[in-house]
């Protein structure tokens, strides 16, 4: 037996109507495909035969009582704290505070960080790009990017090319070609401002 830890990329869908999902889906399926998708609402036969033949994984959990988005914290001990605190500030200086790549990123490479990433090139097709922090890319976009962070940095979006915000994947009817923008939340919404 193999056990392996992984991080999953997990889109959580309500679904009040069939036809809205649907339109969605298949608009950015290519996306989508990408996610573990947690499903609730109206997921009937349709919904999931759309889904399995797009080879998605997916799980209905209108049945299930699930707390999402809220983390359980456990109380630390005062001691544990400050050795931690020492740790870290020991290892501080070995850590790179942002990962810069003065290269386009090739198709069929897989970029995961945790830490801003600066990408002077594009991303090409079939290149995937996965930041927990803000992302710059100087280059336009025709692979997948994936942003958690409080900023993203673009100069466009190829026909090819999928942003996903902060969880929502955006409109690339919003993002002009070979013009910097930056693109924040405010309000629960995404802004695109010329730079």
């Given at each position: 037996m193999k056990v392996k830890q992984k991080n999953l990329r997990v889109f959580h869908i309500v679904i009040e109507d069939k036809a809205?999902?649907?339109?969605?889906?298949?608009?950015?399926?290519?996306?989508?495909?990408?996610?573990?998708?947690?499903?609730?609402?109206?997921?009937?036969?349709?919904?999931?035969?759309?889904?399995?033949a797009h080879g998605v994984c997916y799980k209905d959990i209108s049945n299930y009582n699930l707390r999402l988005g809220n983390v359980k914290q456990e109380?630390?001990?005062?001691?544990?704290?400050?050795?931690e605190q020492i740790d870290l500030f020991s290892q501080k200086s070995e850590q790179k505070s942002m990962a810069i790549y003065h290269r386009p990123i090739r198709s069929g490479e897989e970029i995961y960080e945790e830490i801003p990433v600066v990408v002077f090139g594009r991303i090409n097709s079939g290149a995937k790009l996965f930041c927990t922090q803000s992302v710059s890319i100087y280059g336009q976009v025709d692979g997948l990017v994936q942003c958690d962070g409080e900023f993203l940095v673009l100069m466009g979006v190829g026909?090819?090319?999928?942003?996903?915000?902060?969880?929502?994947?955006?409109?690339?009817?919003?993002?002009?070609?070979?013009?910097?923008?930056k693109i924040s939340r405010k309000d629960g919404k995404n802004l695109v401002r010329e730079m």
């Open positions: 809205t999902f649907i339109e969605y889906f298949n608009k950015n399926s290519v996306i989508l495909k990408e996610f573990f998708l947690l499903l609730e609402g109206c997921v009937d036969a349709q919904i999931a035969q759309l889904l399995d109380q630390v001990p005062q001691d544990a704290v400050k050795t026909e090819k090319g999928h942003v996903v915000f902060n969880g929502e994947i955006l409109d690339k009817t919003n993002i002009k070609s070979n013009q910097l923008q």
